[in-house]
């Protein structure tokens, strides 16, 4: 594929991912967790790296996050990343956590590294024991030369999606190129602050640790947070981003002349990645893009945005191409957010279908065969302020309740 450039000289790799950054590589492996699908993966940078992670706020945090956590806050660094998928680990007590720990320790003696620089996370059906006998024996497999390749990596982190979702960026900062490769998955469980959802980004960028995170913190609440598929939090959802310096430029911090250039090539990786997950939400057919303008604040725009993508009511009308915007007015009305309905303006893509407080005249089958496209926006303006915000779902379908009801069997 050509690389894309953009007016800020971020050029984007849309078929590259965590191992384009100089230092990383990945692999994976079949293990056996599931029956016949890869289902344990790993990113390995050459040398240790500044790491950050954002996590789910679920209350019942699983295993893996919970050691993931302590480890990154030893020295902010982590050297390696070990993920499984068909079992979340989630909600298994004591064992949980000791067989965590294990996949950490086996892990990082595989690597000859130290047990803190292995971040460690799972995703799956919950409530269930890691079958630790089949997950290390492919542990001690996965190094093996066959094994390495990114394809594996973004095949064995996968649960229900239907397709792997990767992008890298490069951008020139100290007239050095640096590059910025991130994949994902998430498909269903899906309403970040956090969701069923895992994020990785690498970047061979010298970058300082409260800048990353910061940066992290910032971009999440932009992207990966303004998702949300069904509405639920799932209990093993991360972010984690590495940065190895292996680019050798000088160390970035908010300071540094290319600090925004940088930040703008993090986002343009984690929107990316976010909007890939709404629209392989389960069962969907349709990405709907949500754009939020005159809000009186970022938090509220944020609100009205993921109240609107959250609706199930809107959700469905986008599935059967209705163009009722009385759903969107409606939950723009339950978002939370004061708002003067006389002052707001609701459009579904090109057509303005509500303003001053009415009605505006459409017709109906045009909007209709709009609604008919794969990805679907709305516009929505209220007037306010100077603050605006995006936010990404997907319709709701018959299918999801298919794949949701036979989810265990």
């Known amino acids: 594929m050509t690389p894309m450039t953009t007016s800020k000289e971020i ?21 056996g967790i599931k029956r016949k699908k890869l289902d344990l993966g790993y990113i390995v940078s050459e040398v240790p790296a500044v790491a950050a992670g954002v996590y789910t706020t679920n209350i019942f945090q699983a295993a893996p996050l919970l050691v993931t956590q302590e480890s990154i806050a030893k020295e902010n660094k982590v050297q390696a990343i070990l993920v499984n998928s068909g079992n979340a680990n989630a909600c298994t007590g004591e064992q949980g956590l000791l067989d965590a720990f294990e996949m950490q320790k086996e892990f990082a003696y595989e690597l000859g590294i130290m047990e803190h620089l292995v971040a460690v996370t799972s995703t799956g059906v919950i409530g269930e024991l890691l079958p630790m006998d089949k997950l290390n024996a492919g542990i001690k497999q996965i190094l093996q ?13 996968l649960t229900t999606d239907t397709c792997i979702k990767q992008i890298a960026v ?13 994949a994902a998955k998430g498909s ?17 960028a010298n970058i300082a640790y409260d800048d990353l995170l910061l940066a992290l913190k ?16 799932s209990t093993n959802d991360m972010v984690l981003v590495m940065a190895n310096g292996m680019a050798e430029n000088n160390q970035l911090t908010k300071d540094h002349p290319d600090w925004d250039l940088f930040v703008d090539g993090f986002k343009v990786v984690c929107e990316s990645l976010a909007k890939k997950i709404a629209k392989d939400g389960e069962g969907a057919t349709k990405l709907i893009e949500v754009q939020v303008n005159g809000a009186y604040g970022s938090d509220a725009a944020r609100a009205v945005g993921k109240a609107i993508i959250s609706s199930n009511l ?23 957010v004061p708002v003067e309905p ?8 090109p057509f303005l279908v509500f303003e001053n407080g009415l ?34 779902g997907c319709d709701l379908t018959y299918d999801y309740v298919k794949i949701n009801a036979s989810y265990r069997t």
């Open 11 to 31: 050029v984007i790799l849309e078929e590259e991912s965590v191992t384009l950054p100089k230092g990383f590589k990945a692999g994976g492996i079949h293990c």
């Open 145 to 157: 030369p066959e094994y390495e390749n990114a394809a594996n990596f973004k095949q064995a982190i």
């Open 170 to 182: 490069q951008v020139k900062i100290d007239g050095k190129t640096v590059s910025i490769g991130g």
């Open 188 to 204: 269903g469980m899906i309403h970040p602050n956090m969701a069923t959802m895992l994020g990785f980004v690498t970047t061979d």
């Open 218 to 233: 910032e971009i999440t609440n932009q992207t990966f947070n303004m998702i949300t598929v069904d509405g639920d939090t």
């Open 314 to 336: 809107v959700k469905t009308a986008i599935y059967g191409t209705d163009p009722n915007w009385g759903r969107i007015v409606s939950a723009i009305g339950y978002s939370g």
């Open 342 to 349: 006389n002052a707001i303006k609701v459009a579904i893509g």
């Open 359 to 392: 009605p505006s005249p459409i017709v109906e089958e045009e909007v209709k065969e709009y609604l008919e496209l794969e990805t679907i926006q709305i516009f929505v303006e209220l007037n306010q302020g100077k603050y605006s915000a995006t936010a990404w």
